[in-house]
């Protein structure tokens, strides 16, 4: 690996490390006319690269955005969009030199949080992110998913045009806020790539739906449907898949639900990496109708400033416990941080569990207990009483959920 340069990208250089990750994840590069919808999504800021000559070999990629935590405050954060090697450069230490420099930039950056979807479970827990957010795979049969008769109506459901989808739902989502732990503010270099390539006129093949409640829109949904009809099965009715639904409230979130499972020649629904604790078995005439067909990590999370980032959030009413944490890549963190219902503060006194930068990102949204990763040896436990004390501590009022794809 002596002979690889590892730097910043130029301006000029964004269009062939993107063709890098492409390739790295079996896609195809954007054609022109793709790129110039994906361009914009990919600056070169923020963007480090391992060079082979003049070839990029190896990149790492993120965006400034913010992240919500326990108690509603948003972090300064970093959403990585985008790590690959190309592979004749696999097994050299490619990944673990950009990452570990991508760390260090994100904490000169002022970033407290780093943020990814992992292509692969094995790799990033050794950098200090661990698996903090889970979703739900749903399957839904629209025959038999009626909405019960009781369930409120709070609103109509209107489609929009494509430009209209362009234009308005940025501000939609802006407006219906970051209701929970793990949610991501989308700046707006997010928009091109993620959501107006699919919804854009002439080519995306998505249509928005929004609700429209007393005050005006509180919600909106992105799908698409495709075709399930075969020469042995001609009238078998098409497959709906939902890309993103967001909603200010239950009844908002209800009425989108209720116009996605009535929409006529639909089979069935597949909505992927729905939030775990989302109610929809409970709003339909029958539950089994909704069949939960896989749940996997969403997010994974890494603390750049421990200290600042266990700060910012609250905790629940239980007695104080002293977590100590070993973070190897970002040796500042490493320390005791002593945990109250009132806050974190760093403390000399012994610790009571000690965790990882890993254990310790998995704990923070409330997704994971203290006791069921000791129960699984992830953490060390000094005082058994501390442990239940910990898990009150952490425990976050509703699931942690991102909801965006990136």
């Not at 260090?104 to 990814?116: E, F, K, Q, W």
Request: aromatic share 6%; hydrophobic share 45%; proline share 7%.
């Amino acid at each position: 690996m002596n002979d690889l340069v590892f730097r910043p990208i130029a301006e000029g250089e964004r269009r062939a490390v993107h063709r890098l990750l492409a390739e790295a994840l079996h896609a195809s590069p954007p054609d022109d006319k793709g790129w110039e919808l994906v361009g914009p999504s990919f600056p070169a800021d923020r963007t480090l690269a391992a060079f082979d000559g003049d070839a990029p070999v190896g990149m790492a990629s993120s965006f400034a955005t913010a992240i919500a935590v326990p108690g509603g405050k948003t972090l300064p954060a970093a959403a990585v969009d985008g790590v690959a090697v190309r592979a004749d450069h696999t097994r050299r230490g490619v990944v673990t030199t950009l990452l570990s420099e991508q760390l260090r930039d994100c904490v000169r950056r002022g970033d407290l949080i780093a943020t990814l979807h992992a292509s692969e479970a094995t790799i990033y827990g050794r950098f200090g992110y661990g698996a903090a957010t889970t979703g739900q795979n749903l399957r839904i049969v629209t025959a038999r998913a009626a909405l019960r008769p009781e369930v409120p109506v709070t609103g109509r459901v209107r489609l929009l045009d494509p430009a209209e989808a362009v234009g308005r739902v940025p501000e939609l989502y802006r407006r219906l806020g970051l209701t929970r732990p793990g949610m991501i503010q989308r700046p707006e270099l997010w928009w091109p790539a993620y959501h107006d390539r699919l919804v854009r006129d002439g080519g995306g093949d998505h249509r928005v739906a929004v609700h429209i409640g007393p005050d005006g829109e509180n919600g909106y949904a992105v799908f698409r449907t495709t075709d399930q009809r075969t020469p042995d099965d001609p009238g078998r009715g098409a497959l709906l898949e939902v890309r993103d639904l967001h909603a200010a409230d239950l009844g908002a979130a209800a009425g989108l639900w209720r116009f996605l499972l009535g929409l006529d020649l639909v089979a069935e629904v597949s909505a992927p990496m729905r939030p775990a604790d989302e109610p929809l078995r409970a709003l339909v005439t029958d539950a089994r109708a909704v069949q939960v067909t896989g749940m996997e990590d969403h997010i994974w999370v890494r603390l750049l400033d421990a200290g600042a980032a266990l700060a910012a959030r609250t905790y629940r009413e239980a007695p104080a416990v002293v977590l100590g944490l070993e973070d190897r890549l970002l040796p500042e963190n490493t320390g005791s941080y002593r945990i109250t219902a009132d806050g974190a503060t760093r403390t000399d006194a012994p610790a009571q569990l000690r965790v990882d930068a890993e254990v310790l990102a998995m704990l923070y949204l409330g997704e994971w207990r203290a006791s069921t990763l000791a129960a699984a040896g992830r953490v060390a436990v000094v005082d058994p009483a501390a442990l239940p004390d910990a898990d009150e501590l952490f425990r976050a009022d509703v699931r942690p959920w991102c909801g965006t794809y990136f």
